[in-house]
């Protein structure tokens, strides 16, 4: 009671600067990130135009063209791909932030993480391609050891974009893993054998649920952009491993269907979004506030990001 | 619990390994003779060849810093004061602030960059510096708001209501009291935003355009159309680069923090 | 010294009148109809469990709330269209609200800083208002360095510095341990006696408001209960709330059967009957409510010699007897049932009487001067 008359009372009166300091931040967002998302939604129900583009003729095309087949392939192909990804990702990143968490030489542990993590996200995905290419390290040793007597080729399959893929967001999943679990009070563990639990018991019913919003932020923060993947598919991926990002890119710049192009964008944002609200929910939390007392609109969600945001700008 | 933490421990440290092997690969090579991958002999031909003969690396590395600190800058300026605003004052529009900002976060980046190509070529907009320059700040605003915002929580809206209670109008109550405790939470929003700049790639490539080649976008096409072992040398120099750089921020934080 | 270093109190300050005060939060009624004088330079307390209304009430004066209707006048004059910088009143928060990233002294000196006054009057200043609070040598440090109780006295010198004719201090002492609190409140009622000026207390504590307060308002459910000294709301609370809220005390109904002059005859379940003092008596027949605080009681083995007139005496049988030291606490059962609280001082070598102990059968006497009649139920 205390805090939200507060808020309401002398923040909200005449004069309040609120809306002031508001006013750049609800301009910036809104005109740079919103209406572009509200001119895709346009585009995808338009008429593609000759050279990219669009002629404001209304159609369903780029929705009748999802619906075929090919489309479907990429679109499993993407989920496969996303899912397996995030899933080895998750089941290395768990005992590594409960190690890293337990550990009395956290800093150095942390360091260790960190500095793959800083690397450049392209150089990150060279060094892939400088161990795995037909002159590659790899193939290297393999020659010269006499294992191999040719190169092998190791890219451009759909293995090549998933050990990269893991490789690249593992850090993402780690670290927030790492921050809940080290705020875990493992006492409680201790508390829950005491009570008769087993050990296992003790870990699924005291800790796992204590370190939920930890394993949420971690999920999100690989799933998300792991499904949305373009770069790592393009460079180490090939036929077998052709995903969604991919496919807009080359409807927007080779073929130049902008609605089909808008229209797949679109597919990926619903998909994320309901991906991201459904966990949430889950996770019970309503994710806009649901009455509204105009505290906060996305308490979960929002502190599940301000947390990855702090995980992965904090400790930058 | 012993066998779980040496399960645990096993697997930590094949991650650092799978980690930092590729990297140490890359350092590896940087100090090859040969052009080729073959190891033929240990020289320091291409971090010469970095430093003297690549004018084009050079020129991306400058727009990628032009990018980094003036997007940084203007995506700062504005989520810190979006941050005050949503913890402390009460404004309609206070929900969508919270929602816009928190969404960008959670889409794919692919989607932010074709939304805003789309977006600059509707409205005429030629594709430039400029436009990698709007784009930036777009997805560095949600950072800087977040960081901030987890800054200004740790405080009761008592400490405004001190400054007004003690003769502070809203100006000097944003400039005396709420910038100075917001300080940590604006300078590593700040740094974040310059650090996700300089990394970014995905959304750089959709919303180039011709000239304005950031470092991330010279990489790709020198990975894409003939690897030069330049850039096994360029990656060595950029992680330390960034290795260093992150080091002397966080102390830098720690100091600010302490002081 | 602004503050008259001498030792007489001086009566500075501002008159406070709230009248007729109403806010309400959606619908929550934080304040109904409010009205309340507080003299020039009068410690006064608003006391009253959380949710009562008097934060709300301390943050209306302040100018940080407005409420539905009513008024606040300060020397006669209506300060509700004032913000809090023109009011003369200043606030030192529950949580202290110290800027963090400021020292000692720049907090203090903050508000001088704001009016751009010349240096050498903000140092003088500042220090003779970090000597008032003990400060002095802890100038340099950041609030962060500082203990609870350090914490405190920068807020109340950051308050004081701007000569406000009004302080309202927010339960400023909740934070601190009992001990520290204590001596802080000690050190706030000296600070009051030098300084002179008006200050208005909100506590949920009703053992620092008896001590310190000039007068009291309780208040409940956003309504004042009843006004007084410490010793009124103590010995005479004015309703059931007040005599439950303020100390401990035995309270029970019952039914008026005889009325001379202000004692009063009560028909006690269980008791029989009881004399009590009433100031304005009810008519013969009424229900109404009685109270007696425990330590007023006397608690024998023998039936007491009732030569004095207005002795009540009542007979039980120890139920539970708490020893804390300094005195003990007994719950006593009288033959019907009725349990009746009574605290008894463990005296010096004088006392002679005979251990009390569990089960022991008891006589429990007290004066009707003791006994207060407390509401008219109907």
Redo the contacts between chains.
């Keep these: 009671m205390k805090r939200s008359p507060g808020r309401a009372g002398a923040a909200g009166g005449a004069g309040s600067p609120g809306g002031l300091y508001a006013a750049p931040s609800l301009f910036w967002l809104t005109v740079f990130f919103l209406a572009p998302l509200a001119i895709i939604v346009a585009y995808s129900f338009l008429t593609p135009g000759p050279r990219g583009g669009v002629e404001w003729k209304p159609t369903l095309d780029a929705y009748r063209a999802i619906a075929n087949p090919s489309f479907a392939r990429v679109t499993l192909n993407t989920i496969v791909v996303a899912i397996g990804a995030t899933a080895v990702t998750m089941l290395i990143a768990v005992p590594c932030g409960y190690y890293m968490a337990r550990s009395s030489r956290q800093t150095l542990l942390l360091m260790l993480v960190m500095i793959p993590f800083w690397t450049n996200f392209l150089i990150r995905i060279y060094a892939w391609i400088a161990i795995l290419g037909n002159e590659g390290f790899l193939n290297d040793l393999l020659i010269a050891t006499g294992l191999a007597r040719q190169s092998v080729r190791f890219l451009y399959n759909r293995g090549a974009v998933m050990l990269v893929l893991v490789y690249t967001y593992l850090p993402y999943a780690i670290l927030p893993l790492y921050s809940t679990i080290d705020k875990f009070d493992f006492s409680l563990l201790e508390a829950a054998r005491d009570l008769g639990a087993s050990k296992l018991g003790a870990i699924n019913k005291v800790l796992l649920p204590n370190i939920k919003g930890g394993i949420l932020t971690a999920f999100l923060f690989t799933f998300i952009p792991i499904f949305g993947a373009y770069a790592v598919p393009l460079l180490v991926g090939g036929t077998d491993s052709y995903m969604l990002g991919n496919l807009i890119a080359d409807e927007l710049t080779k073929s130049r269907d902008w609605p089909l192009a808008s229209a797949i964008s679109l597919v990926i944002t619903l998909v994320t979004t309901m991906g991201v609200l459904l966990l949430l929910r889950a996770n019970g939390t309503s994710v806009l506030g649901g009455s509204g007392d105009g505290e906060k609109p996305v308490p979960e969600a929002s502190s599940a990001a301000a947390y990855g945001a702090q995980a992965i700008g904090g400790s930058r | 619990m012993r066998k779980?933490?040496s399960?645990?421990?096993a697997?930590?440290i094949g991650?650092?390994v799978?980690?930092?092997?590729?990297?140490l690969?890359?350092v590896?090579?940087s100090f090859n003779e040969s052009k080729?991958?073959?190891?033929t002999g240990f020289s320091l031909r291409w971090y010469v060849k970095l430093f003297t003969d690549s004018p084009q690396l050079w020129r991306a590395f400058g727009n990628s810093v032009i990018v980094a600190l003036s997007s940084a800058l203007v995506a700062t300026?504005?989520?810190t004061?979006?941050a005050?605003?949503?913890n402390?004052?009460?404004?309609?529009?206070?929900?969508?602030?919270?929602?816009?900002?928190?969404?960008?976060?959670?889409?794919?980046?692919?989607?932010?960059g074709?939304?805003?190509?789309?977006?600059f070529?509707?409205i005429g907009l030629k594709l430039s510096l400029f436009t990698v320059f709007?784009?930036h700040?777009?997805f560095n605003?949600?950072?800087v708001?977040?960081?901030v915002?987890?800054r200004l929580e740790e405080?009761?809206?008592?400490?405004?209501?001190?400054?007004?209670?003690?003769?502070?109008s809203?100006t000097?109550t944003?400039l005396?009291?709420i910038l100075?405790?917001s300080?940590p939470g604006i300078i590593?929003?700040f740094?974040?935003a310059v650090?996700?700049s300089?990394?970014d790639?995905?959304i750089t490539?959709?919303v180039t355009g011709p000239g304005a080649t950031t470092?991330?976008l010279y990489?790709?096409s020198a990975?894409?159309f003939g690897?030069s072992p330049v850039?096994?040398a360029?990656?060595v120099v950029?992680?330390l680069g960034?290795?260093a750089l992150?080091w002397s921020?966080?102390n830098f934080l720690k100091y600010i923090a302490a002081k | 010294m602004e503050y008259g270093g001498a030792k007489q109190k001086t009566v500075k300050g501002s008159d406070v009148v709230i009248e007729h005060v109403r806010k309400s939060f959606g619908d929550f009624k934080a304040l109904d109809d409010v009205s309340i004088g507080i003299k020039k330079g009068e410690f006064f307390s608003l006391l009253g469990p959380s949710g009562c209304g008097k934060t709300t009430l301390l943050r209306i004066l302040a100018g940080f709330e407005s409420p539905e209707s009513g008024a606040v006048l300060l020397d006669g004059r209506d300060v509700l269209s004032l913000p809090p910088d023109g009011r003369h009143v200043n606030t030192v928060f529950q949580n202290y609200a110290l800027f963090p990233h400021l020292s000692v002294f720049e907090n203090v000196a903050f508000s001088m800083r704001l009016k751009k006054a010349p240096e050498s009057e903000i140092r003088a200043k500042v220090a003779d208002y970090l000597q008032l609070v003990e400060l002095q040598a802890h100038a340099k440090k950041k609030p962060s360095q500082l203990s609870g109780g350090q914490k405190q006295r920068v807020a109340i010198a950051r308050a004081l510095i701007n000569e406000p004719s009004v302080l309202l201090l927010d339960e400023p002492l909740s934070a601190l341990d009992a001990k520290l609190r204590q001596h802080m409140l000690i050190e706030l009622d000296s600070i009051h006696d030098k300084i002179g000026i008006t200050f208005i207390y909100v506590t949920h504590d009703q053992q620092e408001a008896l001590s310190v307060s000039d007068r009291i308002a309780v208040m409940n459910a956003g309504e004042v209960l009843q006004i007084g000294t410490p010793q009124e709301i103590y010995e005479a609370p004015a309703t059931d709330f007040v005599a439950k809220f303020i100390g401990e005390t035995n309270l029970y109904e019952a039914d008026v059967v005889s009325v001379s002059g202000e004692t009063v005859e009560l028909s006690v379940e269980g008791f029989g009957i009881i004399k009590v003092t009433a100031t304005e008596p009810p008519p013969v027949g009424s229900r109404v409510s009685w109270t007696i605080r425990p330590e007023k009681i006397r608690i024998g083995l023998e039936e007491p010699r009732s030569s004095r007139n207005g002795i009540n005496a009542v007979s039980g049988v120890v139920d539970e007897p708490i020893y804390s030291g300094f005195q003990s606490k007994f719950y006593v059962r009288t033959p019907s049932g009725q349990v009746l609280k009574v605290i008894k001082q463990h005296a010096d070598w004088s006392d002679e009487g005979p251990e009390i102990a569990w089960k022991d059968s008891v006589w429990l006497s007290f004066s009707a001067e003791d006994a207060y009649l407390v509401e008219v139920k109907r």
């Design positions: 779980r933490s399960f645990s421990k697997v930590f991650t650092i799978f980690l930092s092997l590729p990297l690969v890359l590896l090579y080729s991958g073959s190891w300026m504005i989520g004061l979006g005050v605003a949503v402390w004052y009460k404004f309609r529009l206070r929900k969508y602030l919270r929602t816009i900002t928190f969404l960008p976060m959670i889409l794919p980046e692919i989607i932010i074709v939304s805003l190509l789309v977006f070529s509707g709007v784009a700040v777009s605003l949600p950072f708001f977040l960081l915002l987890a405080f009761d809206f008592s400490i405004i209501e001190a400054a007004r209670d003690l003769g502070a809203e000097q944003l005396k009291v100075p405790i300080m590593s929003g740094l974040t650090t996700l300089l990394e790639f995905v490539f959709f470092l991330p990489v790709y990975i894409r690897v850039i096994n360029l990656s950029m992680i960034t290795v992150t921020t966080r």
